[in-house]
């Protein structure tokens, strides 16, 4: 394994490489969305969700217009289950450990907040209708109780240059939804080239309810 020479393996080892965190690092942790916290997550049209199955660890993108996690009290948050691609990792994972961890990202601010707990998946008629858009509503909600609410400071984003626009990728220079699928088999090259010619109007045409493309 690359770097196994000099593995670090216990937490003296690792305590001594960094210096001892400043006391307000550890004592910004909250064990409830405080009216702070909850104005920054109203502004967050986009969050990733990671979870903990039998197969190990997964992180999910989920995104919406801002407020789309709504604040439902100091202790709870409730998170759509939009349409996507129907593998249900995030939903699988959660029957098998409810422990969840959410990051949440506000376009042009540094800071973003992260947030421990545990979710339970529900079909409740009236938590989904407070969901609906353009008549169609979540086929689950996330009902998040929150352990740990804290924020993170802005020097990864600033180092990511992540809202600076001139440090865009061009999408042009990358491979496709369709080359990616092609390369795993699941599509030929023509296939690929199909997909990819329609896609962004099958999202758009898709993007709350709908068939499944993959």
């Known amino acids: ?8 393996t216990d937490p003296d080892t690792l305590a001594r490489l960094y210096p001892q965190p400043v006391r307000r690092a550890l004592d910004k942790e909250s064990p409830v969305v405080t ?6 997550i109203r502004a967050a049209p986009f969050a990733v969700v990671a ?12 995104g919406d217009g801002p407020g789309f996690v709504q604040v439902h009290d ?10 996507g691609n129907n593998r249900l990792d995030t939903l699988r994972n959660l029957l098998h450990d409810p422990a969840v961890a959410l990051l949440f990202l506000v376009p042009g601010v540094g800071e973003t907040v992260r947030v421990r707990g545990t979710a339970a998946i529900t079909t409740d008629p009236e938590l989904r209708a407070g969901f609906a858009v353009a008549g169609t509503l979540p086929a689950t909600v996330l009902v998040i109780t929150v352990q740990r609410v804290y924020f993170q400071c ?3 984003v600033v180092r990511a240059r992540l ?7 061009d999408r042009a220079g990358l491979p496709s939804a369709g080359d990616l699928q092609a390369e795993a088999g699941v599509l030929t090259a023509e296939e690929a080239a199909a997909y990819d010619a329609d896609l962004d109007d099958y999202v758009a045409r898709t993007l709350y309810a709908g068939p499944t493309k993959a």
Not at 51 to 62: F, M
Not at 74 to 83: A, E, G, I, S
Request: charged residues 30%; positive net charge; glycine residues 6%.
């Open 1 to 8: 394994m690359i770097g196994d020479r000099h593995r670090v």
């Open 35 to 40: 009216p702070a916290y909850a104005a920054l």
């Open 51 to 62: 979870t903990r199955g039998p197969h190990g660890l997964d992180c999910s993108p989920r």
């Open 74 to 83: 100091p202790h709870t948050l409730l998170l759509p289950d939009r349409r």
């Open 154 to 156: 802005q020097r990864a």
């Open 163 to 169: 809202w600076d626009p001139e440090s865009r990728v």
